[in-house]
């Protein structure tokens, strides 16, 4: 049995990512989905984040197609992963993650339904400054 967090490939593979939500984001994931089913479908979807970064024949062998964007904002750099599947109520969930490479975590930022392809400031300054605060609570050792 392979040990937890690792694959079960050769030595010289690394470490599964952890992915965790900020307390923001699981506070507002209480209203963002219609049923329990729809819920653990995006957690399914979350959980391929773990092995992180995701190429095109990784996601193959994983049976998914993610589809994310690396976004800039204020200086800080994170992630979109647009969700749209029939497991869905509405289309064009976003989640917004980042990669924190030195504790392989991936963060969830925020998730909200989003009507237009578009990405308001607002959404991105809200990330921003999301990603700033988790960064100086991980420095004070106050999350790990």
Same mark, same amino acid.
């Given at each position: 049995?392979?040990?937890?967090?690792?694959?079960?490939?050769?030595? %010289?593979?690394?470490?599964?990512?952890?992915?965790?939500?900020?307390?923001?984001?699981?506070?507002?994931?209480?209203?963002?989905?219609?049923?329990?089913?729809?819920?653990?479908?995006?957690?399914?979807q979350?959980?391929?984040?773990?092995?992180?970064?995701?190429?095109?024949?990784?996601?193959?062998?994983?049976?998914?197609?993610?589809?994310?964007?690396?976004? =800039?904002?204020?200086?800080? %750099?994170?992630?979109?992963?647009?969700?749209?599947?029939?497991?869905? =109520?509405?289309?064009?969930?976003?989640v917004?993650?980042?990669?924190?490479?030195?504790?392989? %975590? +991936?963060? +969830?930022?925020?998730?909200?339904?989003?009507?237009?392809?578009?990405?308001?400031?607002?959404?991105?300054?809200?990330?921003?400054?999301?990603i700033?605060?988790?960064?100086?609570? +991980?420095?004070?050792?106050? +999350?790990?």
């Amino acid at each position: 049995m392979a040990e937890e967090g690792k694959g079960s490939g050769s030595q %010289t593979e690394k470490p599964l990512f952890r992915v965790r939500p900020t307390k923001q984001a699981r506070r507002e994931s209480e209203d963002l989905f219609a049923s329990e089913r729809e819920e653990l479908w995006v957690i399914s979807q979350l959980k391929m984040l773990r092995h992180w970064p995701l190429d095109t024949r990784q996601q193959e062998a994983l049976g998914s197609d993610l589809d994310f964007s690396k976004v =800039h904002h204020r200086k800080e %750099t994170f992630y979109e992963l647009r969700l749209d599947d029939e497991h869905l =109520h509405q289309k064009n969930l976003r989640v917004f993650f980042w990669v924190h490479d030195e504790s392989r %975590t +991936i963060w +969830i930022m925020h998730g909200y339904w989003k009507k237009t392809q578009r990405l308001d400031d607002a959404v991105k300054t809200r990330v921003a400054r999301r990603i700033k605060n988790l960064k100086g609570s +991980i420095q004070d050792g106050s +999350i790990r």
